[in-house]
């Protein structure tokens, strides 16, 4: 690799913000001489654009994502007593959100083709639930790299036993479902905000959406310390707000994330391209999702070979998730899993690993990219 070939990162937030930038400036500029930073009028015009691009009747803005859920199990009324069940192929964050809300989590095992919740696995502990634990109240589908869990059988399931089914849309913001955004096939979905999301702000940010309007006005509440009159907390409440600024921001960005989404998927399909005839395949998509690439995972049994070899053709890489939740030191041992034991969860950690994708990556470094890849075939 010589000095002209740097290594092209994997992710890149400070690009998005570069190619707005006079843009978000000006956003910034707006919100700081408002005088007023946080719940204003920068909040609330994102929430009701944000609402209107999902197609859902509500989103209420919050602190980042792992709030989003939280808040979204509080004004459930799903906390102690209760049990949720979801994934451990995730951001520890998910886990982490029925923690807070005083829940008892299970971790289910993935599929091996697409890493979301196994249906089937689903099914069966609602059915039949793992003794020793509370009544199971949740199911959190985390819908992972950019493209959608088997819902179907997944809502099915959940009907049939009395289960709400929230949508973990972290990575997965204007995905889609035969024909559906992701986030309104749920009771209510939670988006993290984080900067190297497909919508990012450029700080902490979270947003949910609901098209249950009490649920909604009770966690908008919640969100701050259970007012609904100042300084009187008719509900036990968190401080959770999604600030001015960040809002601003968002409002910026929003316009052009089906843009980026769509630049995004074009990236995706020329490494499906370059990595015909070599050792690695593309991910696999559902036919009747849209997938909007917030991670292109490759996966191989040679993952740290691979990795130096891409390296070695500047091209970076990260791994989504080297350690599964219930392998950490903080939850291993303590928390319950499915019969599966996340057997495949447990495969794919030593396996996946994720390729350069922003929507501002250049022509010539997803080339470049695309060049790596091919070499791997040799």
């Known amino acids: 690799m010589n000095a002209t070939n740097s290594i092209i990162a994997q992710a890149d937030p400070g690009a998005g913000y570069r190619a707005q930038q006079a843009e978000i400036d000006a956003a910034v500029a707006r919100a700081l001489a408002s005088g007023w930073y946080i719940l204003g009028k920068e909040g609330e015009a994102f929430e009701q654009e944000f609402a209107a691009w999902l197609g859902t009747s509500r989103a209420v803005g919050c602190a980042n994502g792992t709030d989003a859920l939280a808040l979204i199990l509080r004004g459930l009324g799903i906390g102690p007593g209760c049990t949720v069940a979801t994934v451990s192929h995730t951001a520890v964050a998910t886990v982490a959100a029925i923690e807070m809300a005083g829940a008892t989590p299970l971790l289910l095992d993935i599929d091996p083709d697409t890493y979301t919740m196994d249906p089937d696995e689903l099914a069966a502990v609602l059915e039949d639930p793992p003794p020793g634990l509370p009544p199971i109240r949740a199911a959190i589908a985390v819908h992972l790299y950019g ?63 609901t098209d249950d309007f009490e649920l909604a006005e009770r966690i908008g509440a919640i969100r701050q310390y259970g007012w609904r009159e100042r300084y009187v907390s008719s509900l036990v409440g968190v401080n959770s707000r999604l600030d001015e600024i960040q809002a601003a921001i968002l409002r910026v960005k929003l316009p052009r994330l089906d843009d980026g989404n769509a630049r995004r998927q074009a990236i995706a399909a020329a490494y499906d391209a370059a990595l015909a005839g070599g050792p690695l395949s593309p991910p696999a998509r559902r036919a009747d999702a849209g997938h909007v690439f917030h991670q292109y995972v490759l996966r191989s049994p040679d993952r740290a070979a691979m990795q130096s070899r891409l390296r070695a053709d500047g091209v970076g890489t990260g791994i989504h998730y080297p350690v599964p939740v219930h392998q950490q030191s903080a939850y291993e041992g303590r928390i319950a899993l499915g019969p599966a034991g996340c057997a495949e969860t447990a ?18 470094q997803v080339e470049r990219i695309c060049g790596a890849l091919r070499n791997l075939a040799g």
């Open 147 to 209: 493209q959608a869990c088997d819902l179907g059988p997944m809502l099915a399931a959940c009907e049939r036993a009395g289960v709400v089914l929230i949508e973990d849309c972290a990575q997965a913001h204007g995905a889609t479902l035969g024909g559906r955004k992701l986030g309104t096939l749920g009771r209510a979905a939670a988006f993290s905000l984080y900067p190297t999301k497909n919508l990012g702000a450029l700080g902490d940010g979270g947003v949910l959406a």
């Open 347 to 364: 495969r794919a950690s030593q396996e996946v690993f994720s390729l350069p994708m922003y929507p501002e990556l250049t022509d010539e």
